[in-house]
């Protein structure tokens, strides 16, 4: 996992060293976007932004911890104008990287995916689902509920990814301690867990390893699962029955941007509903803004409306990070 880190480091800091060079021509017409997601979304959403309102769109890739990072070393003479692709747990502990813009759609998204002063907003969700290998594993048998991964049989059965190195991670990791109990008990369920699992050190290894047949089931975002499904993959989706968590990934204006206006005209146009209509269809992420039909552009997801929810105390959880995620280490220390 460090030489991967170390990749994208170096990769991320050779683009921003780029930007620092002489810019083009359009130095009022251009924006510069900082974004974790995958290239291919990236260079769709450049080219339809710049086709809806002529500026002139820069999407430099990198982590989000490289991301954060750059943004932080550049605070007195940013170089970026818009934060893509980011946790709403990154959005929400580095308020002070961002600056406000209450978007044209504001309204059109729920609270709990945007903040009430306009300082980020969530543009998808990533619901954590279970999926598996249906020619591995026959309907009967497949998981239907977070403790079903405690019994003896899924030993060696279920890819799961360190927390450590994945948000969408700590999150299926804190469901369960939410359904089970931050306590002795429930710690001991998560012990058993992580025994049975097969711990993978990149959330993209989760779904491959599945989808390659190499383990018959895995925890993962609904996104990678379904992609895999509607490619005719033998791959099936289950949302626990207990419950399970929706997870914000969102955007926001880089405090001190110096194409501001820019930035804000990207904010309109990535959450407006053309984009998200766009980024459904072509990737298969499901949107944060309530009015958009699933059915056509997405057929065979539930709407978020149907899916029952785990009780989910994320700034618990935020505050909780570091204890959690040393108390997984000593655990994988003593089980693997």
Not at 61 to 73: D, E, M, P
Not at 316 to 325: A, G, N
Request: hydrophobic share 45%; net charge positive; charged share 25%.
């Amino acid at each position: 996992m460090k030489r991967f880190i170390h990749v994208l480091a170096g990769a991320g800091i050779l683009a921003f060293a780029l930007l620092s060079g002489p810019g083009p021509s359009w130095a009022d017409g251009r924006v510069v976007v900082y974004s974790s997601n995958q290239q291919a979304q990236n260079d769709m959403m450049a080219e339809a932004f710049e086709k809806a309102t002529g500026v002139k769109c820069e999407m430099v890739r990198a982590g989000t911890g490289v991301l954060v990072k750059r943004i932080i070393a550049e605070k007195n003479r940013p170089l970026g104008d818009v934060a893509l692709g980011l946790g709403k747990s990154v959005l929400m502990n580095n308020l002070d990287l961002w600056e406000p813009y209450r978007v044209k759609d504001f309204d059109a998204y729920p609270a709990e995916f945007k903040d009430p002063n306009g300082m980020w907003i969530g543009k998808i969700v990533h619901l954590m689902v279970f999926m598996y290998h249906a020619k591995m594993l026959p309907p009967a048998r497949a998981p239907r509920a977070w403790g079903d991964f405690l019994d003896p049989r899924w030993q060696n059965k279920v890819a799961f990814c360190n927390p450590a190195n994945a948000a969408s991670s700590y999150t299926q990791l804190t469901a369960m301690l939410s359904l089970w109990g931050d306590n002795e008990a429930g710690w001991k369920k998560v012990e058993t867990f992580l025994k049975n699992a097969v711990i993978t050190e990149q959330s993209a290894n989760v779904y491959t390893s599945v989808a390659n047949g190499e383990v018959p089931a895995g925890i993962t975002m609904e996104y990678a699962a379904y992609r895999y499904k509607k490619g005719g993959g033998p791959i099936e989706l289950v949302n626990p029955e207990e419950g399970t968590v929706a997870y914000a990934e969102g955007l926001a204006v880089i405090k001190g941007a110096p194409n501001r206006e820019n930035a804000r005209k990207f904010l309109d146009w990535a959450t407006g509903l053309e984009a998200r209509k766009l980024v459904l269809a072509q990737f298969l992420r499901r949107p944060a803004r309530e009015d958009i039909d699933l059915a056509g552009l997405a057929p065979g997801l539930t709407p978020l409306a149907k899916i029952k929810m785990v009780k989910y105390d994320e700034a618990y959880w935020i505050k909780k990070q570091p204890e959690v995620l040393q108390k997984v280490k000593d655990i994988l220390l003593r089980v693997k």
